[in-house]
């Protein structure tokens, strides 16, 4: 994962750190306490600092945590805790409300939430959790509407379009497997990408809609040869940035 920070710096995550580098040169090493590194869409530029969440394995059900972290000193700090919550899906900019952050967690129905974190009173909300249709590893924001697929590797996944005035949720298309990435191109237009991981039964597709409702499939993939316990699931990524 590669985030400009403005045109002199980048930072760019490896596994077990964030490198941050400015006019080429690396100026700070931040090390990620847990885990081999957060999700595509689990870090969010925050003034100097990045902010980004626990993802590891977490079998023992251990605190999680989301971090702040100065991209100057390197320097960590905890924003917040989650108690009963295997780890951190995803953080994302809230597009109506610049100062909250959205932030997904997952993954047994009792750890799946989407929560709005406020950056300047530090007020933590919750807008829903509770079962598998609140388990997204990414959100597209459209309007007033949030909206994702699920990410359940046991059942069938659904795009779901969540209204923040109404606070509504509702299942607009079923989808042939569990979603992780999304993305928005400049012209609003809208994809999710759904993920193999069972090969006998998913495809990864990219699903594209320009209203949010209606979800047509764009392109299907098949897996590669490789053994997933070896070589992963068949993902599909967004790179940000690029049309």
């Known amino acids: 994962n590669i985030i400009p920070i403005d045109p002199e710096t980048l930072a760019v995550v490896v596994k077990k750190a964030i490198l941050v580098y400015k006019k080429g040169v690396l100026i700070t090493q931040i090390d990620i306490p847990r885990g081999s590194r957060p999700l595509r869409q689990g870090v969010v530029v925050e003034g100097n600092s990045l902010v980004f969440g626990d993802y590891f394995s977490n079998k023992n059900r251990d605190t999680v945590r989301v971090y702040k972290a100065n991209m100057e000193t390197g320097n960590l700090s905890t924003l917040l805790s989650f108690e009963n919550t295997r780890h951190v899906h995803f953080i994302q900019r809230d597009i109506i409300n610049l100062k ?123 897996k590669d040869i490789f053994p997933e316990v070896l070589f992963g699931f068949g993902t599909i990524e967004f790179i940000g940035g690029q049309e």
Not at 117 to 143: F, I, K, M, P
């Open 100 to 222: 909250c952050l959205l932030i997904g967690t997952g993954d047994l129905d009792h750890e799946s939430a989407i929560y709005s974190y406020n950056t300047t009173s530090g007020e933590l909300d919750c807008l829903g959790r509770g079962s598998q249709d609140w388990r997204a590893v990414s959100v597209l924001q459209s309007n007033d509407s949030i909206i994702w697929g699920t990410d359940c590797p046991y059942m069938n996944n659904s795009i779901i379009r969540f209204d923040r005035s109404s606070k509504i949720m509702e299942k607009v298309q079923t989808i042939g497997g569990p979603a992780y990435y999304s993305t928005m191109n400049k012209y609003g237009e809208m994809f999710i990408g759904t993920t193999i991981e069972d090969r006998k039964i998913h495809k990864a597709v990219i699903y594209k809609s320009t209203d949010g409702n209606y979800w047509e499939p764009l392109k299907t993939f098949r």
